[in-house]
């Protein structure tokens, strides 16, 4: 009854609102329907009674989903295969033609530019190696990956 009601608005607030407001109608109700068809209810749940008013009301209550799948499919009627295809043509066609040279532009530029110049090599200025602390690994001044300052660092241990 409450799911009738609510299919019911919905068509009358599909027929009076605009292509926004009748997709935020559909969505809304749709949602309160699907939230209240998830959960069993007394309305979905057969009444007690002889295995024949059982079997009927089972029967009915799937009639009136399918009635309902129907009416949904209806409101949004299916494109068919050749239009799908024609449309996933436009939007290859459109990424190619638009994507295609914002990279070949990206690609000339990075070439043809160069953005910023990498660190030195070698030690670097003191007022870029100031610790405050020791790193926590056996040589406290030597960065993880700082291969030179490894080996002396273990070489002056080893000579001690």
């Given at each position: 009854?409450?799911?009738?009601?609510?299919?019911n608005?919905?068509?009358?607030?599909q027929?009076?609102?605009?292509f926004?407001?009748?997709?935020?109608?559909?969505?809304?109700?749709?949602?309160a329907?699907?939230?209240?068809?998830?959960?069993?209810?007394v309305?979905?749940?057969?009444?007690?009674?002889t295995?024949?008013?059982?079997?009927a009301?089972?029967?009915?209550q799937?009639?009136a989903?399918?009635?309902?799948?129907?009416?949904?499919m209806?409101?949004?009627p299916?494109?068919?295969?050749?239009?799908e295809?024609?449309?996933?043509?436009?939007?290859i066609k459109?990424?190619?033609f638009?994507?295609?040279p914002?990279v070949?532009f990206?690609l000339?530029?990075?070439?043809?530019?160069?953005?910023?110049?990498?660190?030195?090599?070698?030690?670097?200025?003191?007022y870029m190696?100031?610790r405050?602390?020791?790193f926590?690994?056996?040589c406290g001044?030597?960065?993880?990956f700082?291969?030179?300052c490894?080996k002396?660092c273990?070489a002056?241990?080893?000579g001690r």
């Amino acid at each position: 009854e409450i799911a009738d009601c609510l299919s019911n608005l919905r068509i009358q607030l599909q027929r009076k609102m605009s292509f926004v407001g009748r997709t935020l109608a559909s969505g809304l109700a749709r949602r309160a329907t699907m939230t209240m068809g998830a959960r069993r209810t007394v309305l979905t749940v057969p009444r007690l009674g002889t295995e024949k008013e059982m079997e009927a009301e089972a029967i009915a209550q799937i009639r009136a989903r399918l009635a309902y799948q129907r009416e949904i499919m209806a409101s949004r009627p299916h494109k068919s295969h050749a239009e799908e295809w024609a449309e996933l043509w436009n939007w290859i066609k459109i990424s190619i033609f638009v994507c295609g040279p914002v990279v070949v532009f990206a690609l000339v530029k990075d070439a043809l530019f160069e953005e910023h110049k990498h660190r030195p090599h070698g030690p670097l200025p003191e007022y870029m190696g100031i610790r405050s602390k020791e790193f926590p690994w056996e040589c406290g001044q030597c960065d993880l990956f700082d291969l030179d300052c490894w080996k002396k660092c273990r070489a002056e241990k080893a000579g001690r």
